[in-house]
Each structure stands twice: as structure tokens, then as C-alpha cells.
């Protein structure tokens, strides 16, 4: 069966400082990937998708950016660290056309 | 560009009873999919139901049943029967295929509460 790992579950950053958020799938093989960022009392705003090893689409410009060195891993990352990157982030998984979406636990950053 | 929306941010339905939940969306694509996801206090996102544009007849899965009107692009949510554990975000996502890519897109979320 498939799963999907993502981690850390929590996280506290001070301003000006680097992020590295891990996606890993399990079970599959060459999956659509996403990262998703929900706001407080926001919806889920996507942030990338990835439909192959190196091949990264941003939906939103700004401080973030993401990467898929291998086929089932995909990493969200930042140079510096902005307070309003503050959120929830939430790493999916799809596997055909109109397929249902499978989402990690979530990680919860918090910038200080 | 395909946006979802949902107006209502918070609704509040009575145990046993039933609740609507509504959706709307807007795109130029005929082929397309669309969710309804929901996401309880645990944070875990949790497929509720699935509908295929391209079929007309209304999903249903359980108590939980959808209104599907593509000329008005409204995708609906109907609860029946509400129970606690129904208390959630939920969210309707809409999904196109695209030429390399599945983009999947959610509207803001409607916050669920059941009152025992």
C-alpha cells in the first residue's frame, strides 16, 4: 500500500533562517506531487507540483522554493525565513488524472 | 485561471439533522474533477467524496451526497443525518488535467460544527 511521510511534524524558526521540509512516498511510483500551505482560517494555497524528478511548477512567486531530487522525495525549502511564512504546510500525493489526493500530517512552522 | 469558492466560512447543524455545504467554481476546461475533502481537529486531510464532470449523475457515498450542477458550476455538499464526529473543515477542490500535471485546486473551507 502507499503512504506518504513528512516531516517535522513541528517547527520553530527564527527570522533569516533556512527551511528544509521533507515529502517522501512510499508504494508508488512517479507520482504528481504537491506542497500546500494553509494559513490560519485560510484554505489551502498551492505553493508547487511536481510531475517528475527535477520538474517543478510554482503556482505562487515568493520566498520559497521546492525540488524533487528523487522520484517519490519532494522538498520544500527557503534561504531566509519571513514571519509571514508562518503556517501549516501540507505535502499530497496523486496518481493519475482525477485521481484522489493522499496528504502527509501536515507540518506545522512557526517564524519568530 | 480555475478558482473554487465557498461562502460559508462556519455553519452549525444539529445532531441527526441534515446540512448543505456549497461550492462553486469557475474554469474554461469541459473534462475535470471535483472534491470534497475534510479535515478534523487532527489536521489529517480525509477524501470525502469524488465526482467526474463528465458524469451527470450525483455521487453518493453514505450519508454523505453531492448536487452536481455543471451548467451552474455549483458543487454542493449534503450531510445526512449529522453525527459528532461529522465536526471538521471542509473543503471542495477541484482538479484539471492538464498536460503534464494534475493541478489540484481548493477553495478557503467551510468549518463544520455538529451540536449534540
Known amino acids: 500500500s502507499q503512504t506518504i511521510h513528512q516531516w517535522p511534524a513541528t517547527l520553530v524558526q527564527p527570522v533569516g533562517s533556512p527551511l528544509s521540509l521533507e515529502c517522501t512516498v512510499e508504494g508508488t511510483s512517479n507520482p504528481n506531487l504537491y506542497w500546500y500551505r494553509q494559513a490560519a482560517g485560510r484554505g489551502l494555497q498551492l505553493l508547487f507540483y511536481s510531475v517528475g524528478i527535477g520538474q517543478i511548477s510554482s503556482e505562487v512567486p515568493q520566498n520559497l522554493s521546492a525540488s524533487r531530487p528523487q522520484d517519490r522525495q519532494f522538498i520544500l525549502s527557503s534561504k531566509k525565513l519571513l514571519l509571514s511564512d508562518s503556517g501549516f504546510y501540507l505535502c499530497?500525493?496523486?496518481f493519475g488524472v482525477g485521481s484522489e489526493a493522499f496528504f502527509g500530517q501536515g507540518t506545522r512552522l512557526t517564524v519568530v | 485561471a480555475q478558482t473554487v469558492t465557498q461562502s460559508q466560512p462556519e455553519m452549525s447543524v444539529q445532531e441527526a439533522e441534515t446540512v448543505t455545504l456549497s461550492c462553486t467554481y469557475d474554469t474554461s476546461e469541459n473534462n475535470y474533477y471535483l472534491f470534497w475533502y475534510k479535515q478534523p481537529p487532527s489536521r489529517q486531510m480525509i477524501l470525502v467524496i469524488r465526482?467526474?464532470?463528465?458524469?451527470?449523475q450525483n455521487a453518493t457515498e453514505n450519508r454523505f451526497s453531492v448536487n452536481f450542477q455543471k451548467a451552474a458550476k455549483s458543487f454542493s455538499l449534503k450531510i445526512s443525518d449529522s453525527q459528532l464526529g461529522d465536526t471538521a473543515m471542509y473543503f471542495c477542490a477541484f482538479m484539471t488535467p492538464k498536460t503534464g500535471a494534475n493541478n489540484l485546486f481548493f477553495g478557503t473551507g467551510t468549518r463544520l460544527t455538529v451540536i449534540p
Open positions: 499530497a500525493w496523486t
Open positions: 465526482q467526474e464532470a463528465y458524469k451527470q
